[in-house]
């Protein structure tokens, strides 16, 4: 099985806040490609370097699960490029892990 977190910023890099609609757009998104999600909606804060410039972030992570690894990456990838688009980001961070379940 395997499991998924997509690192979604809160803001816009001019600073405005991303809509609350492009986030229901997102979960909808999810469930209709996946039987079902969770969602952090607790903001976490990102925090990387490039060069000599630091930057932070606020976040919030959806996370699902799905037994389709190739078929998940597929649907994943397209998400990916479609919220770089939508939430103007440089990158959208996706986190891929092998799991369990007991």
């Known amino acids: 099985m395997k499991e998924y977190d997509i690192f ?3 803001y816009y890099n001019n600073g405005a806040p991303i809509e609350s609609l492009k986030f229901q757009d997102l ?4 469930l209709r490609h996946f039987d079902g999600l969770t969602y952090f909606p607790q903001p976490n ?4 370097r490039m060069g000599n ?3 932070h972030d606020d976040i919030v992570i959806y996370r699902v699960l799905t037994g389709s690894g190739k078929k998940a990456k597929r649907i994943l990838l397209r998400l990916k490029e479609r919220l770089r688009r939508s939430l ?3 990158e959208i961070l ?3 892990r092998n799991v ?3």
């Open 53 to 55: 410039v630091m930057f």
């Open 27 to 30: 979960q909808e998104y999810l």
């Open 88 to 90: 103007q980001q440089e």
């Open 45 to 48: 804060k990102g925090i990387w």
């Open 94 to 96: 996706i986190v891929t």
């Open 8 to 10: 979604v910023p809160l």
């Open 100 to 102: 369990g379940v007991l």
